[in-house]
């Protein structure tokens, strides 16, 4: 078994994914061409957004939002602890200061309560200025976006959805990658919508930010007149065979993947509560809460254990059935020596007191496989696995 069944995916969908290469490759436009075109505007559809603008990645994705709203040395942008590095890093690179939120402990989203926090320690004790929110929606759970967006409203900063890993879901009744100032999401091959190499995508429904965005794309090029150049940009551009693969896979997520992801993931989710209401108090195991008011497209599947021992050891035990397993993220941010230098909840906390949430689960959390291309058998075999657990933790507790 995998943890992503791409080889799965490449045999379904071979035929068209060569042909449409096939066609890139003898129409001689190599870079921003046609498929570009037509798949921002294909994606702009799906997700209701006016605009979208594709790059190089998801991480230059959101690197490029902050360019576009004008980041420096001393603007602060509020990004959750618990997430992949890339959240983080484009704050950096863009020239602002990462401070870093915690989680909501059930849904594992940016805590709007801690955001409030964290907003309240920039304004009282730093002369530092809040900019801007990075919200994350972990594992494809969108955060409480309801709260989001009030906080943003009153302090007047900036929303960033990172939709890396939610392609799909929805809050409200609306894509995810609709709600902020801006919205992106990456391509990286094991995303919900994944291309064969490095792609990324901005939505906003702002003219003037899109404009901003797709300017910074191209070096900083001037939209309307040749050979002008009106801002200092970067080389971040989604390339025509990139493109022409997304315009075939986000056809196949919307008539078969969307769908069968969900189901599996609501198969799992019932199989675990049914495990956990025979052990009775015997086994402590939970899973990330939905959002209220979303309807998430999944992109991983993870299991909170009581402690790290036992989640270390059922992790043994599970790869040694030949079913890998996988920890998001093995630290917070926080915690990680390149941003250590960021620690600015000193100012309020020590720092082991900081982000208990954030720490907590990526302590104990472990992400099993879990796509669209789960076969029956090996939904079986995870059924089995979630089973073991039981027996596993209760051999774990009398060692």
């Not at 060569?18 to 490759?25: C, G, K, M, N, R």
């Not at 979208?52 to 990645?57: D, M």
């Not at 896979?249 to 189901?263: R, V």
């Not at 254990?305 to 890998?324: A, H, L, Y």
């Amino acid at each position: 078994m995998k943890f992503k069944h791409l080889d799965r995916q490449y045999e379904e969908i071979k035929d068209q994914i060569h042909q449409a290469i096939t066609d890139v490759l003898e129409s001689g436009q190599y870079i921003q061409g046609e498929n570009v075109k037509k798949l921002e505007k294909e994606l702009a559809d799906y997700t209701g957004s006016k605009f979208c603008i594709t790059c190089a990645n998801g991480t230059d994705a959101l690197t490029l939002c902050l360019l576009s709203i004008g980041i420096n040395n001393q603007d602060v942008v509020f990004v959750p602890d618990l997430t992949f590095v890339a959240s983080a890093e484009a704050i950096v690179q863009a020239g602002g200061i990462p401070f870093f939120v915690d989680v909501d402990l059930e849904t594992w989203t940016i805590s709007p309560e801690d955001l409030k926090h964290k907003i309240k320690i920039i304004n009282e004790e730093t002369d530092l200025i809040p900019k801007a929110v990075i919200s994350v929606d972990l594992f494809g759970n969108p955060a409480d976006y309801d709260q989001i967006r009030q906080i943003c409203k009153e302090h007047n900063l900036k929303l960033i959805v990172d939709g890396a890993q939610s392609f799909g879901s929805e809050y409200r009744g609306e894509s995810t990658l609709k709600i902020g100032d801006f919205s992106t999401t990456s391509f990286f091959p094991a995303k919900n919508l994944g291309c064969y190499g490095d792609g990324g995508a901005i939505f906003t429904d702002d003219p003037e930010y899109a404009n901003t965005v797709r300017s910074l794309c191209f070096h900083g090029k001037s939209l309307t007149e040749s050979g002008i150049y009106e801002r200092v940009g970067m080389n971040s551009r989604l390339d025509e065979i990139q493109a022409a693969i997304l315009r075939v896979k986000l056809k196949h997520f919307e008539e078969f993947e969307k769908n069968q992801i969900q189901k599996n993931a609501e198969l799992i989710r019932n199989l675990i509560q049914e495990n956990s209401d025979k052990a009775h108090n015997n086994m402590n195991l939970s899973v990330q809460k939905i959002q209220k008011e979303s309807n998430p497209v999944l992109s991983q599947f993870s299991i909170l254990f009581d402690s790290e021992e036992q989640r270390d050891w059922v992790k043994k035990k599970m790869e040694e059935e030949g079913i890998p397993a996988q920890i998001y993220y093995l630290f917070p941010l926080l915690m990680q020596q390149a941003y250590s230098v960021y620690d600015l909840n000193l100012l309020r906390l020590k720092s082991e007191q900081m982000n208990r949430n954030s720490r907590s689960i990526s302590n104990r959390i472990l992400s099993i496989p879990f796509d669209a291309y789960l076969s029956d058998s090996e939904i079986n075999q995870i059924i089995q696995v979630v089973f073991q657990i039981r027996l596993c933790l209760s051999e774990f507790r009398n060692q």
